[in-house]
C-alpha cells in the first residue's frame, strides 16, 4: 500500500502554526510544558524532551492518504499481456465476465502489473458475450478462456468456470476491478496463516478513493450493510484483519477444497445477489473462518460484471433469511444497531481495551514486551481486543503487528481530540479494561469507571515510586525523593481504584497489600515463552559477556557504567581477551564514547534476530543494576537462552525463589570474581545453564500465563 507524503515545507508551516496555536489558546499549559522541560534538561533526561516532541507533532498529523491506481479501459486496443505459465498454480484467479471487454481488460492489466513471485493462472469465464471478448485471445496469451454456448449469469458461469482450477486456492474476481500493489500476496499469506480460515477478501475502494467495503455484515433480518461505505479508507477502524460475517462478492479468495465441499454458489441464488453472504454462512458451517484482509486493496467500479437486478436481491434475501434464519436469530444483531459488535463478528466475545503509552516497541524495551505478549495473548483467548496509545501516535512497523492479530488501534488527530467521546459511546461493550502505567492510569481511570461497567485491571510494570526511591538511596538528589513521593500518591490513587491489581511480582504484591486496604492484587507474569527448543553453541564457541537493556530506563545507565567502571577492569585483569557487549536502545553519548571497537563494544539497537545470535554467542549475562524495582526482562530473557547470569539483589527481585538458582552478588569485587568463576568453567556453565532453563520453564511458560488471565478474565466460566 503506497502512501501520500506531506511536502516537508508544508509538513513544517502546518507543525509551526500548531505549536503557535497552542501557545496561544493554551498559555498555562504552554508554560508547565516549559517548566517541565527545564527540569528533564536539568536532570539531562535528552531522551524524554525528544519523546515529547515526537508525541506532540504526532498528534498534529493528519491520516495518510492511500494512493490508487486505476488502469485506462480504453487500452486493449494498444497493449497485448502475455501472462506467465506456471505448472503447478497457487491461485486460480476467475474472471466472470459478459461483454465489456475494456474493463476486463483493464483487470487483467492490474493482475499483469501487481502479482509479483506468486505461482496463478488466469481463467475468463466469457458468458457468450456479443462484444469484442469474443476475440479476447487476440490480446491476451496464456490465460484459459472457457465459453458458455449462452448465458447462464454470473453465479453458474462462476461455478462453472471453478471446474477448470487448477490452483489450492480460488479467488473470484469481477472483471470491474483493479487490484492494487501486493493485493494477492496479501490474500494469500492470511489465508495460509492459519488452516482453520476458509475464506478471505480486501478493502474494496471506488475509482474516486472513497471506500466501498470493509467487510460485510448481516442484521438478524437477513439485509446486508457494507461497513464503511463512503467513508474515508485509511481511517483506524478499517485497517486491522478481523472476522466478517461476508466477504463481497467482487474479490474472494477461498480454499478450493472447501469450495468443492460446499459445492460452489448455491444456484438458488441465481443470477446473482446473496451467493457471497451464503457462501460466507457455508463456509463456518463447515468449520472455517471468514476474514477481511484490509492490506489487499482493490479499486471496484461496481455493477459493471451483472448490472443492476434489484428485483433479484428482494427475492434473495427472502430465499437466504429462509435458509439461515435460526443462524441469524441466534448469531446476528437488529438493524443498524450495535455495529461496534457487528462489525467484527463479537456477539459472542468480551471485549477488552488496553491503554498504555504508545504502541508497543516489544524489540526495544521490557515493558513494551510485556504488553505486547499480554495483547498477543488476549487475541488467542478469543477476546475482541481494542488499544488505545496515549500518544495517538501510528507507528507502522509496531502498529502493523497488532492489527495483524486483529486489533483495532485509534490513533490520529481525530481520536487525540475526541478520544473521551469515543470511550462514552462505547463503553457498554466494555468487559475489561487493562490500564497500563501509573502515569497513563490516572488519566483514564475515572473515565471508564464512571461510563462503564468494565472490570478495570491496572498493570503498572513496577513500584514507580520504589524505583525513584532506591535511585535515591544511590544518588542522593532531594529532586529525586520529591520525585518518588510524588509517583507513590499517583499510584495508591490508582490501586484504590481499580478492580483488580496486576504486578509481576510477589514482592510488589506484599507491599500493596500492606498498603492498600481490602484491595484485591494478583501476581501475573511479566514475559512468557513457549518454545524451549533452542539449539545452543557450545560453550568452546561462547566469547562474550553480555549485558541487555534499553536506556531511556536509568537504572539500566547507572548499572553498566558502574559495572564498566568499577568491575570490568578487574575482570580483564584476569582474562585478556573479554569483551564486552552491550545491546539496547538510545545509549546515551557518555556509554556510546567507551566503546574502543576492541573488548567493549556498545552496539544500541539490535533486532530480535541479532539478539538471539548475540545470546548465542554469550558466556555470561551481567545484570549489574544498583536499584529499580519489578521483574528484569533482561534477566528473564537471558535466562531463557540458557546463558549463565550473574546479577546485583536487584537484577532478580520479584522472581520466587530464585536464590536457589542465581545468588545475588551486590560488591564490585564479588561480581567480578563471580564472572570470572564461570567464564573459566565449562562444567559450571553448564549446570548453571540447565538450572536457569529448568526455572524459566517452572515459572514463565506461556501456559502457566494462560490459565491465570482465563481466571481474571472470567473465560473459565460457561
Known sequence: MKFKILDKSKQFINT???????????????????????KYLKRGDFQVIKNKLIIFLAKDSDLKKIDIKTYNIKDFGEKHFDFPIFKDPSVSIIIPVYNKLDYTFSCLNSLMENIKDIPYEVIVADDNSTDETKNIETYVKNIKIIRNKKNIGFLKNCNNASKFANGKYILLLNNDTNIQSDYLKYLLELIESDEKIGIVGSKIIYPNGILQEAGGIIWKDGSSASYGNGDEPEKYRYNYIKEVDYVSGCSIMIKKKLWDDIGGFDERFAPSYYEDSDLAFEARKHGYKVLYQPKS??????????????????????????KWNKILEKEHFSKDKDFFLARDRSFNKKTILIIDH????????????????????????????????????????????????????????????????????NAKYFDFALLSRPDIAVKYMDLIKTCSKAKVLYYGHDLHYIRGLRRYETEKEPAILKESEKWKKIEFSVFNKADLILTPSINEKIIIDNNSSGKKTKVVPPFFYDNFNLTNKDFTERKDILFVGGFNHTPNVDGILWFLREIFPLIIKNIKDARLISAGSNPPDILRNMDNGHNIMIKGYVDDKELKNLYGNARIAIIPLRYGAGVKGKTVEAMYY??????????????????????????????????????NSESLFKLMSEKETAYIKKHFFKETAKNIFLDILDLNKP
Not at 486493496?297 to 428482494?314: C, D, Q
Not at 483467548?381 to 485509534?410: C, H, S, T, W
Not at 546479577?647 to 538458582?661: A, L, N, V, Y
Request: proline share 5%.
Open 16 to 38: 509551526f502554526s500548531s505549536f503557535i496555536s497552542f501557545i496561544i489558546l493554551n498559555p498555562k499549559k504552554f508554560l508547565l510544558k516549559i517548566k517541565n522541560s527545564y
Open 297 to 322: 486493496t482493490i479499486v471496484h467500479f461496481e455493477n459493471i460484471s451483472h448490472g443492476n437486478n434489484a428485483p433479484h436481491l428482494l427475492a434473495n434475501k427472502k430465499a437466504f433469511y429462509k
Open 358 to 425: 504508545r504502541i508497543p516497541t516489544p524489540d526495544q524495551d521490557a515493558g513494551s514486551k510485556t504488553i505486547y505478549q499480554y495483547l498477543e495473548l488476549f487475541c488467542e483467548l478469543g477476546l475482541n481486543v481494542k488499544f488505545m496509545p496515549d500518544d495517538f501516535r501510528y507507528d507502522a512497523i509496531y502498529a502493523q503487528k497488532l492489527e495483524n492479530m486483529g486489533i483495532e488501534i485509534l490513533y490520529g488527530k481525530y481520536y487525540y481530540n475526541n478520544f473521551k467521546k469515543w470511550i462514552k459511546e
Open 642 to 679: 540458557g546463558v549463565p547470569v550473574v546479577s546485583t539483589s536487584f537484577g532478580i527481585e520479584g522472581m520466587p525463589d530464585i536464590q536457589k538458582t542465581i545468588k545475588p552478588i551486590d560488591d564490585a569485587k564479588q561480581f567480578a570474581a563471580e564472572v570470572i568463576k564461570i567464564y
